[in-house]
């Protein structure tokens, strides 16, 4: 059956009839899902998308589990590059779709295309009157009420302001993800996404270039613009963000990829969640924290690098991954003043079958105010996975370091300050670092003052216990989330 995007009498009997199996829940073609037998259900509608990437078309299945109007954004395209239809009916997408003779039934039929419109439109036609008939009769109230509900495929992509946002992206994403491959959304959905965004303004900028606060349906995104230089990183980036069963609540959640070619240059986005503070590093400069404040920040950051570091067996399992550059800036706080490790362009994967990194390895790679002393001294061994895992704790109890400063205790508070900061100059080199971390032995000052406060005092020993010169005596990230989850309950025992 044709997608209901025609005019006229014959269409709105197709309607109904598309009405009537939507209020059942359809089976869809979908490419991605190995699982169900290359199948997928859903309430929402069966999708066939192509567009053209470096010359070539690419096309992809799916089902759109999308009960609300944001779905005619992937419903509702048909411009030189990509091409979108949904339809209402099982395997409806079992369709040849493409760019330049439009939607192709596969149909073998040697008739002219007059005669075989009259052989199709007519009994369709005669059915459906017949079919409308009864459903008007039997079921038109119900009906006309899911089709209120069901994405209007005419609208054009500007009325995507319009909606009422009653779905969110992550609502999507996890619409998408379960149906799906469990790693991301579908790569055309994600260039759908990234060339409806609206850019508003410049939020950061880092290593790679600048990181703006977008607008999609209304809602806030992230968008990390790469120069095309930089190709490599990006692509990595996104490579690692779509690790399978990386999504978690403590690590930025990513939306999508794309690289748009506007004829004189590559555009390389990275579209991810918005977080309106920013990073913890310019939290901190204008914030200070109270003690449950703090414990919240710390928990919600040893949950996410222990998410990273942690590898889990079986065929819808994770690899170990160390982040390699966890400092405040790569850090980001949630509106509800929890964190999430974000900037994973540096982060390797380990391979434990083959006891190897997914990619060749620079151990010096970090930023160098953060580097453990192993990297600085060049005496780390970078055949064990776990001396990775073992630098980002030391990187992580400098940033402990950092938010611990922060806490009010008794009206006592200490100003923002990086690690090191009366030690080494504003821009150390490798040196710089090596002299005061491995030569002198040096570490952040923890204050008198902190042993006053339980917290604090937990703290403090934490932070000593992840910067041991000796990375395997350093603490591990699940044992740091065990103790501060003590911690966690002791205060709420107190409050
Ligand atoms: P780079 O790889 O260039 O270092 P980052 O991913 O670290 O880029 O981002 C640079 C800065 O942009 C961050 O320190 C932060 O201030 C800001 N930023 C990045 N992602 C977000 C986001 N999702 N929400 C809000 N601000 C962000
Ligand atoms: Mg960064």
């Keep these: 059956m044709r997608p209901a995007s025609r005019s006229g009498p014959c269409a709105a009997a197709l309607v109904l009839v598309a009405c009537a199996s939507l209020c059942t829940g359809l ?4 490419q991605l899902c190995e699982k169900t037998n290359f199948t997928c259900e859903t309430e929402g509608a069966c999708w066939a998308s192509v567009m053209l990437t470096n010359g070539r078309q690419e096309v992809i299945k799916a089902c759109v589990s999308l009960p609300q109007l944001k779905a005619q954004i992937f419903c509702h395209s048909s411009k030189n590059i990509t091409k979108t239809e949904c339809c209402y009916t099982d395997f409806c997408n079992n369709i040849t779709i493409n760019l330049s003779t439009g939607q192709d039934t596969s149909s073998k039929s040697k008739l002219r295309p007059v005669e075989l419109t009259v052989v199709i439109t007519v009994p369709i036609c005669i059915l459906s009157v017949a079919l409308m008939v009864t459903l008007y009769t039997y079921q038109g109230n119900h009906c006309r009420f899911r089709k209120k509900r069901r994405p209007n495929i005419e609208e054009p992509l500007s009325e995507c302001s319009l909606v009422n946002p009653g779905k969110t992206l992550k609502d999507l994403i996890f619409d998408m993800t379960t149906s799906g491959s469990g790693s991301g959304l579908p790569l055309l959905v994600q260039r759908t996404i990234a ?51 990386l ?40 914030n200070t924290v109270t003690a449950n404040g703090m414990i919240k920040l710390i928990f919600s950051i040893a949950s996410g690098v222990a998410h990273l570091h942690m ?39 380990h391979d434990s079958l083959l006891n190897t990194i997914d990619i060749p390895q620079n151990p010096r790679v970090g930023t160098k105010r953060y580097m453990a002393p192993e990297i600085l001294d060049d005496t780390m061994n970078i055949n064990i996975f776990e001396s990775f895992k073992r630098a980002d704790i030391y990187s992580l109890g400098l940033v402990y370091w950092e938010i611990s400063r922060r806490c009010s205790v008794g009206g006592n508070v200490e100003e923002y300050q990086l690690p090191y900061y ?70 709420d025992s107190k409050a």
């Design 27 to 30: 089976t869809c073609v979908c």
């Design 247 to 286: 999504r978690h609540e403590n690590i930025l959640g990513f939306i999508a990829a794309d690289n748009k070619d506007n004829g004189t240059w590559t555009q390389l986005w990275l579209v991810s969640e918005y977080y309106e503070h920013g990073s913890l590093f310019d939290y901190l400069n204008s």
């Design 311 to 349: 590898e889990i067996v079986g065929t819808q399992g994770k690899p170990a991954i160390s982040h390699r550059d966890l400092k405040s800036k790569n850090i980001l706080v949630k509106r509800n003043e929890t964190c999430a490790i974000a900037d994973l362009g540096l982060a390797v994967k």
């Design 422 to 491: 009366n030690a080494v100059p504003s821009d150390p080199s490798i040196e710089d670092m090596r002299k005061v971390v491995c030569e002198q032995k040096l570490r952040p000052n923890i204050p008198n003052q902190w042993q006053s406060c339980e917290a604090l005092r937990v703290m403090g020993r934490i932070m000593r216990e992840c910067w041991y010169a000796n990375g395997a005596a350093r603490l591990t990230a699940l044992r740091i989330k065990k103790t501060i989850s003590q911690l966690c309950v002791q205060q």
């Design 195 to 245: 060339r409806t965004i609206v850019l508003q303004e410049i939020v950061g900028k880092g290593r790679f270039g600048e990181v703006w606060r977008g607008k999609w349906c209304g809602e806030d995104v992230a968008v990390k613009i790469f120069s095309s230089r930089d190709e490599r990183s990006w692509f990595r980036e996104a490579e690692i963000y779509q690790t399978i069963m």
